[in-house]
């Protein structure tokens, strides 16, 4: 089955660069999330889009913006880099009313891509 | 707001053995999800078993199990039969009905010993 497909998968930059990350969710999947997980942390959810619109928000810098194109693919763009910007940042995307099941009732959930590592240097 | 608590950083199990791992919470809310993800060397973040609040039953996935109480906002996980596979850290998380983040414990790193 296909999954959460993300790009690059290891990126390094310098101090006040600019990066872009690249999320494809599984076909027909229209939500998509993006957590970030720093090194020994647990991931912390940044932004989610749904039908192309913000749906979401959480601790996400102002540094660091995000869209959802026509095609449910998105882009993380972090601008102005810094050392502590370096993490394994997850993207995950959902089908809004995927049914797991007879007795789960309605629930969407979230399929997580393998993640962008990125190292700032 | 809510949080997630995994008071164990790391335990070791002998393969072929059971372990809990160990994970409260603390929410207002009366419906929610809560989940267990395995994250193994590899970084992949695979979802292990789901619980939703409103159900009574413990989830059960294989040799993978949970005891749900909802009451003490207990949530821990069971894995019988441990095998070398299951080396990872497992977070603990939880999901409100309402919005679409998912909050995550600080992880317990699992060893299994041969």
């Known amino acids: 089955a296909a999954g959460v497909i993300q790009s690059p998968r290891h990126l390094i930059k310098e101090k006040r660069e600019t990066a872009t990350l690249k999320c494809y969710p599984i076909p027909r999947h229209d939500t998509v999330y993006w957590y970030q997980q720093g090194p020994g942390q647990d991931p912390q959810f940044l932004i989610s889009f749904y039908e192309k619109m913000q749906s979401d928000k959480g601790s996400i810098p102002d540094r660091f913006s995000a869209q959802q194109f026509s095609d449910y693919h998105s882009e993380l763009n972090m601008s102005s880099l810094e050392l502590g910007d370096s993490a394994l940042y997850f993207c995950?995307?959902?089908?809004?009313?995927?049914?797991?099941?007879?007795?789960?009732?309605?629930?969407?959930?979230?399929?997580f891509g393998p993640g962008t590592r990125l190292t700032v240097l | 707001a809510q949080t997630v608590t995994q008071s164990q950083p790391e335990m070791s199990v002998q393969e072929a053995e059971t372990v809990t791992l160990s994970c409260t919470y603390d929410t207002s809310e009366s419906d929610y999800y809560l989940f267990w993800y395995k994250q193994p060397p590899s970084r992949q973040m695979i979802l292990v078993i789901r619980?939703?609040?409103?159900?009574?039953q413990n989830a059960t996935e294989n040799r993978f199990s949970v005891n749900f109480q909802k009451a003490a906002k207990s949530f821990s996980l069971k894995i019988s039969d441990s095998q070398l596979g299951d080396a990872a850290m497992y977070f603990c998380a939880y999901r409100s009905t309402r919005d679409d983040k998912i909050i995550f414990g600080k992880g317990t790193r699992l060893h299994i010993l041969p």
């Open positions: 995950a995307s959902s089908d809004t009313y995927t049914l797991l099941g007879a007795d789960t009732g309605s629930y969407n959930e979230q399929f």
């Open positions: 619980q939703e609040a409103y159900k009574q």
